[in-house]
């Protein structure tokens, strides 16, 4: 995916592109794991189907060690993603939209 910032002060490394997969209820992003210590995150799903083809919807919080707060909040439809998400940590509160594509 490609993050775009909406909101927020941003410090430190910039965190722009991630690989968030979805495995047995979970969420995980890549980079959040790696640089942030998150572990993967129940994800809540919620799938529809009409004469267009199937959306589904998914939600997903979760906090790392350090006290730090994640929020995800998207839906695919077909091989395209879109979602926001909202990264709470000591520096504060910051915000993203995120687009990408399914593999």
């Not at 910039?14 to 995980?28: A, N, R, V």
């Not at 794991?33 to 995150?41: A, G, I, L, Q, S």
């Not at 799903?45 to 919807?57: A, H, N, R, W, Y």
């Not at 839906?75 to 709470?88: L, P, Q, S």
Request: aromatic share 8%; proline share 1%; charged share 25%.
């Amino acid at each position: 995916i490609t993050l775009t910032p909406t909101g927020g002060k941003r410090t430190g490394w910039q965190w722009t592109t991630d690989e968030i997969s979805f495995k047995s209820g979970l969420l995980k992003s890549q980079v959040m794991t790696e640089h942030e210590k998150f572990k993967d995150v129940t994800c809540t799903i919620d799938e529809k189907s009409d004469s267009s083809g199937s959306t589904m919807t998914f939600k997903a919080e979760g906090e790392n060690g350090n006290g730090s707060k994640i929020s995800w909040k998207g839906k695919v439809t077909g091989n395209h993603i879109e979602g926001t998400v909202v990264w709470t940590n000591k520096q504060g509160k910051q915000s993203y939209s995120f687009t990408g594509t399914i593999k």
